[in-house]
């Protein structure tokens, strides 16, 4: 089981790290204190939902199609150099810093709205969840222990920045921890593509 649940958290773990507005979202959330819980939570099934359909989907097209794994493999080794290689211009241009000044979304209608727009919106939530992460999963004999790891890291990731927002926020006011972020994020995205070239 850890054989194929350890690799779906570190994919799903490192994947949700990317910079964009969802994440920006949740972390501005968590420093104004505003239903953290409820949007957290929503973020978490979401992703839960796109990874099951992607591990499942992507995992029986697998097996009833030979070419389709290798095909799939290599196309999501290159996605992830080509990510991880914005993620290293990210950190070497610099610059990036989390704008905490936006306007005050109060009601839980209204930011439950918000977020998943961010959510089921954003084209690459697909392309990481449904894509990636199910076609990734065909690589394991356990498919159901791959998604348990890839969703539990969504669930981890989300209420650790939600709740943890309070003291990462003064972190990320600064341009140089969003460097730091992206080169460690360079680094995960082709490491995951080069096992994925060797298998």
């Known amino acids: 089981m850890l054989t194929s649940f350890v690799p ?15 994440n920006a979202f949740v972390l501005r959330q968590g420093v104004r204190r505003e239903h953290v819980f409820a949007v957290c939570l929503t973020c978490a099934v ?9 591990v499942y989907g992507m995992g029986s097209l697998a097996q009833a199609v030979p070419w389709f794994e290798p095909a799939m493999r290599y196309g999501g080794a290159l996605f992830l150099l080509c990510y991880g290689a914005m993620s290293f211009r ?3 241009r610099g610059g990036a810093s989390m704008d905490m000044s936006g306007e005050r979304v109060s009601g839980l209608v209204a930011t439950l709205a918000t977020v998943l727009a961010f959510t089921w919106l954003n084209p690459h939530v697909y392309l990481d969840t449904v894509v990636l992460v199910g076609s990734i999963s065909a690589q394991y004999d356990d498919r159901v ?16 920045l939600g709740y943890g927002a309070r ?4 972190l990320f006011a600064r341009p140089r921890a969003w ?21």
Do not use: H, N, R
């Open 179 to 199: 460097q730091v972020l992206d080169a460690g994020i360079g680094v995960i995205m082709w490491g995951i593509a080069l096992k994925l070239v060797a298998m």
């Open 46 to 54: 979401s992703d839960a939902v796109l990874i099951a359909a992607g």
């Open 145 to 160: 222990s791959f998604a348990l790891g890839a969703m539990l890291a969504s669930f981890v990731f989300f209420f650790s």
């Open 167 to 170: 003291a990462l926020g003064p």
């Open 8 to 22: 779906g958290f570190a994919l799903g773990f490192s994947l949700i790290l990317a910079i964009g507005a969802q």
């Open 90 to 92: 990210s950190a070497w």
